[in-house]
């Protein structure tokens, strides 16, 4: 077998699985075997910008370490990070735009719930989800006064909660905006290539840090974003989360999934909607709003 090139070499099988077991730890994310090579370039990463030698240091210098300090965040967001942007998969934003949003206007008019909307973007990573979400309640309550609307982001790097704060978005990442929206909601940054949503759509929005293996201490959401973060969990990891999901929802809740979740079996109170859609049955909690599709 031939040597791998200078810079690029890779874990080997026994850091691999202490830096799983690490990992696994902490944030509850399962490191297969199969993404040796992935997890290899995520921590070469983090060699360069701290000047440390090799896997096996850099190893050491993490568990010597709390994992509040800066280089445990860096370290979460460089070996959980997936790629994210507004508008991203059709279905998800189709339902909540043209079937979910004008539910919640006609109930609200026959007064059979407030004019309030409280959305969970769970593991909301920059944000791009959630400024979709406020953006796509921005639109659907645009002819409607006195909606009260509150987006909350959270991801366990505080990395990625000061860029969502921060709510500044690349071209790559406003690619699926529509135009319309686009000239509705957002502003480009003078000097700097990024658009940034406006005031009204930013107010709505709010970020934080937030471990999913944690209760997150909040009331009810009407809705619960949930999505590609938890094909990185095993089974325990995957029930522990969704309980903590099940906490902060009331019989009505929605909750919008990946494609690919794997936790079918684990939805348990839900009523299956769509294959990434279901709703919250049970009858523990205080309704926030019983909308549904």
């Not at 031939?2 to 070499?9: D, I, L, Q, S, V």
């Not at 999934?257 to 009858?283: D, K, M, Q």
């Amino acid at each position: 077998m031939t040597a791998a090139r200078p810079g690029h070499e890779l874990v080997t099988d026994a850091q691999l699985k202490r830096y799983a077991k690490l990992i696994y730890d902490v944030a509850g994310v399962e490191i297969s075997p199969q993404k040796k090579q992935l997890l290899s370039n995520r921590v070469r990463r983090r060699l360069k910008v701290t000047g440390i030698a090799n896997f096996e240091d850099y190893y050491k210098k993490l568990v010597s370490l709390p994992v509040t300090d800066d280089e445990w965040d860096h370290f979460l967001q460089e070996v959980t990070t997936h790629e994210t942007y507004l508008f991203r998969d059709d279905s998800n934003w189709n339902w909540f735009r043209s079937e979910y949003l004008p539910q919640l206007v006609s109930e609200a008019r026959q007064g059979k719930r407030q004019k309030s909307l409280r959305v969970w973007s769970a593991a909301c990573s920059t944000g791009d989800e959630a400024c979709t979400i406020a953006c796509c309640a921005a639109e659907g309550f645009a002819s409607q006064a006195g909606w009260d609307v509150k987006v909350i982001g959270t991801d366990i790097g505080v990395g990625a909660v000061r860029e969502a704060t921060a709510a500044k978005f690349n071209e790559r990442s406003m690619r699926l905006v529509p135009d319309a929206l686009k000239k509705r909601y957002f502003d480009d940054v003078k000097g700097e290539p990024f658009w940034t949503p406006k005031p009204p759509v930013r107010k709505t929005m709010s970020f934080r840090q937030h471990n999913l293996l944690d209760p997150l201490r909040e009331r009810p959401f009407d809705v619960v974003f949930l999505k590609n973060v938890l094909i990185y969990f095993n089974t325990e990891s995957k029930t522990r989360v969704i309980e903590n999901i099940k906490r902060v929802m009331s019989p009505g809740s929605m909750l919008v999934l990946g494609a690919a979740e794997g936790v079918s079996e684990l939805l348990s109170g839900y009523e299956r909607i769509r294959p990434w859609l279901h709703r919250y049955t049970n009858s523990a909690g205080s309704p926030s709003g019983k909308a549904g599709v």
